[in-house]
């Protein structure tokens, strides 16, 4: 299929091939009608109490040093859409995640864990997207931290409006991730792919590199003002 | 003398139009890399003495706003971006660029500089990006202004690691201080000076005159070492 549109992914219902012979790509709205809005997730309670002094798309390493932290190296890309699948310029995409010990930026988390946590792992990290909507961190491959499954976090801003917070899981944590509170939440399985990536092996990398891609599609949680 | 065109030459294809013209007939262009190795480098300068001497609360790729305040620098909002290449035109990954420049009232994120008085408590003055595969690096920032003995500019470093890569400086295509300027005298003649430069050009659907500058960047072969902190 050659659409002029998007490139067919998860985020897509076979309802659009089902439609035949019609031409449901000429109909306004017709497409939009068939993306999965991104589900929420609870923020939980580790979004950093104090930001970290870095915010950068890199959270491997902390600005000038040198070790970076521990974990298997994931290049996490995505898009930011709008409800009609238009990409989302000047979007702020923020992730926050346990290290490789399982350890938050979070002081009422590393409290008392001070000698597991990853000095290294910035923890957190922030893109501002450009008119293509795509964003990118190298971080990575989250951990089960005790009680969850794997799982990122992300939030998405724009102009300082909240747009949504959500979760992102690997489809690979199949048994965690069936006994995971927040994720079971969503009863419906299309919405539980909606926020589940494969982290798979990057080809090429001698290093055992991983790639994940998490598209979101905005639309489920605008801010009550 | 071949006549120079910065039009056609920005970032260096002329070495390759010569090339073709001397080979003549031979298809120059069906043997891999005849045409990339032809890519200038972007010309190092002065890192300055303004390099951040302690890196803001913020190091992403949004100048305009510090975490979650809500007030935005002052200034012609510029989204600059690029792509950075390694000397075969090829996009690198993985490489980290950094941009610091004055706020719009001539003031660095440094405890040395001038106009602090004035200083934009609004503005980053610093940011990071990291590239994936594609090589493109984006920011959002203020249009530079001029300060006493400087023309507009903008410094970045390009790292891997903590090598360095490059370091040098953007200014604003067209402007008249450019032409007094010591620091891009210094990087060499017209064809390097270009390669320094980029547009700003108005963003046609933006109801608020936002700016758009492309810049990209070709490594050198040699990273200079010698800069390295």
């Not at chain 1, 539980?192 to 949680?221: H, P, Q």
């Not at chain 2, 706020?103 to 990006?129: E, L, P």
Request: with cysteine; hydrophobic share 35%.
């Amino acid at each position: 299929m050659s659409s002029p549109l998007i490139i067919p992914n998860r985020r897509l219902f076979l309802g659009t091939a089902a439609a035949g012979l019609a031409s449901w790509w000429t109909v306004p709205g017709a497409f939009a009608d068939e993306l999965v809005k991104t589900p929420k997730q609870t923020e939980g309670p580790f979004y950093p109490d104090k930001l970290p002094l870095d915010t950068d798309n890199d959270l491997l390493v902390l600005n000038d040093t040198i070790t970076p932290a521990v974990g298997d190296i994931t290049h996490l890309t995505g898009r930011i859409l709008d409800s009609k699948g238009n990409p989302v310029r000047g979007a702020v995409v923020e992730i926050w995640q346990c290290d490789g010990n399982g350890v938050y930026l979070h002081s009422a988390d590393s409290k008392g864990k001070q000698d597991k946590q990853d000095k290294h792992f910035q923890g957190f990290g922030r893109f501002t997207t450009d008119k293509t909507g795509a964003y990118y961190f190298r971080t990575i491959k989250p951990v089960p931290y005790p009680g969850r499954t794997p799982h990122i976090h992300y939030k998405v801003k724009k102009g300082g409006k909240e747009l949504l917070v959500t979760q992102l899981y690997n489809a690979a944590e199949k048994e965690r991730n069936a006994k995971d509170g927040p994720y079971m939440g969503l009863k419906d399985e299309k919405q539980r792919a909606a926020i589940t990536a494969e982290f798979a092996k990057m080809k090429g990398s001698k290093i055992g590199e991983l790639t994940a891609s998490f598209d979101i599609v905005l639309g489920v949680t605008p801010e009550v003002d | 003398m071949t006549p120079f065109d910065p039009f056609l030459s920005r970032r260096g294809f002329l070495g390759g139009a010569l090339a073709v013209g001397a080979t003549a007939l031979t298809p120059w262009f069906t043997r891999r890399g005849a045409f990339a190795a032809e890519l200038m480098k972007t010309p190092s300068v002065t890192e300055g003495p303004f390099y951040p001497d302690k890196l803001p609360l913020d190091t992403d790729n949004d100048l305009l706003i510090i975490n979650d305040t809500i007030s935005p620098a002052v200034g012609d909002i510029t989204h600059l971006m690029g792509v950075i290449k390694d000397p075969d035109g090829a996009p690198m990954k993985g490489v980290t660029i950094e941009i610091w420049q004055v706020d719009n009232g001539g003031a660095y994120i440094h405890s040395g500089t001038g106009n602090k008085t004035k200083q934009d408590k609004h503005f980053q003055g610093f940011g990071r990006f990291t590239t994936d595969k594609t090589g493109a690096y984006y920011f959002r920032t203020i249009k530079p202004v001029p300060y006493p003995g400087r023309t507009p500019h903008i410094h970045y470093k390009v790292k891997r690691g903590n090598k360095e890569l490059l370091c040098s400086q953007i200014m604003i295509s067209g402007h008249e201080q450019n032409a007094r300027d010591g620091v891009l005298r210094g990087a060499g003649g017209l064809l390097e000076q270009e390669l320094m430069m980029a547009e700003f050009k108005p963003i046609q659907e933006s109801k608020i005159g936002e700016l758009e500058a492309k810049f990209d960047i070709v490594i050198g072969k040699t990273p200079d070492e010698s800069r390295r902190r």
